[in-house]
């Protein structure tokens, strides 16, 4: 009996113990909590929401050092009789499902190697959207043909498939979406109207490697697809570019542009076979890195992937903020940035500026992306420029400028945020501390806008 009381004592004591640990840490837990919450947003002196360092860009290893050697040590560094090139070509079409592939000293000049092949030139119009870097536009304007704008779909930040209709004319030779920020444009419906058009769709795809639609990767929908392999690029060698298409024709007329219209893969003291051609071929040494970090690409993918599909999670319970939206077609994005639109008057009409700030502070780099090129006088000049009014005229140019107006896209540039691609390389704590830090930037908006 005695023994059963010590027992009966020892278990309330165990217990009682037990409780007591476990509403303490209870207490804590939520004294950590109110803790947190009533933590300043950095930018009025509190505490970062991140405080360490982002994954840093480019990732190298062994591997680029022995491909850069191999190259070296060859002495063969032009891609003319070369084996690198040719290798990182058949590897890129393999990963992408290609047919084809070219590569190129740049994403612009693989853009302008599609132009070149379908000999666009002056009098031509090509379709682009607004929401783009400059170089969808200058490839255009190279040619000296025309670069008509059509309006963005807000949501999304793409091309708005169901206004291109009303901005073709007989003078429409190419229309070349983008997939921006690695997401992939409602290919179908664009594609329906090129096809019912009977005009070649060609494919800005210089953010979007290994971007998917319908479990395809895009650049293989249209008559070809652009990819760039500049620095800041998910795939980069510095500067380089590449073109796939499943279209041999096509192919044969891009090489011989970018070769100075040869199609041999040699220089012959002879002029090419086309009318014109460049030289805007791809170094050995920049398709050796290529190889090199290729066989990072597909785990960064996910990578990538899967941080934004949290982080969109997680900002879908932030009212005002509004992440990118991707259509159906879409299986997968490549993620070269992550974008979303801010509204102000959910953050006690802080501007988006002084929101950027704030998040900048609390360690989170972002930005506002692209201006309105419609707007910008760097294209509304063209407007002005001798060569377009000799081939134009006046009355043209002016109408060009108002066919450009594209308010959605103008609202668009005044709304959206920006996360660079290396950021969604990091861990899933990290995108809770992004979501965090916008937590508290919406809680303090209002002593914040006051600054």
Known sequence: MKTSNKMNRRR????????????TF????????????????????????????????????RAEEDELLKVLKSGQWCRLGS???????????????????LATSSGSTALTSMLGALDIGPGDEV?????????????????????????????????????????????????????IGGSPFDVDAVLDIAKKHNIPMIEDACQAHLAEWKGKCVGNFGLG?????????????????????????????????HHQGQNTDSASLEPGSGIRGSNLRLTEFQAAILLAQMTRLEEQVKRRSEN?????????????????????????????LYMFRYDEKMFSDMSRSKFIKALNAEGIPCYGGYTSLSKNPYVRNLAKNKHYLNVYGEKTMNDWLERNECPQNDKLTQEAVWFGQTMLLGTKRNMEQIAEAVKKISRDSKAISML
Not at 83 to 101: C, G, M
Not at 140 to 151: G, K, S, W
């Open 12 to 23: 309330f004591l165990h217990t009682s113990s037990a409780l007591g640990v476990g509403l």
């Open 26 to 61: 209870g207490l804590q837990n939520i004294h950590g909590s109110i803790a947190q919450n009533n933590k300043k947003a950095a930018i009025l002196g509190g505490p970062k929401a991140f405080n360490a360092t982002w994954p840093g860009w480019p990732i190298v290893g």
């Open 225 to 257: 697809g652009a990819f760039s392999m500049q620095a800041s690029k998910n795939l980069n060698s510095g500067e380089g570019g590449t073109i796939i298409t499943n279209d041999e024709d096509f192919y044969n007329k891009c090489y011989g542009f």
């Open 127 to 179: 379709i682009i959207p607004p929401y783009t870097f400059i170089a969808t536009y200058n490839v255009i304007t190279q040619n000296y043909a025309l670069p008509i704008f059509v309006d963005v779909d807000i949501e999304s930040f793409q091309i708005d498939a169901s206004k291109i209709e009303d901005a073709i004319t007989t003078s429409t030779k190419v229309m070349m979406p983008v997939h």
């Open 308 to 336: 934004a599909d949290y982080l969109t999670q997680l900002f879908n319970e932030i009212d005002g903020i509004t992440p990118a939206k991707l259509y159906d077609g879409t299986t997968r994005s490549a993620y070269h």
């Open 83 to 101: 084996k690198t090139v040719p290798r990182y070509e058949r590897e890129f079409e393999k990963i992408t499902s290609a047919k084809f592939a």
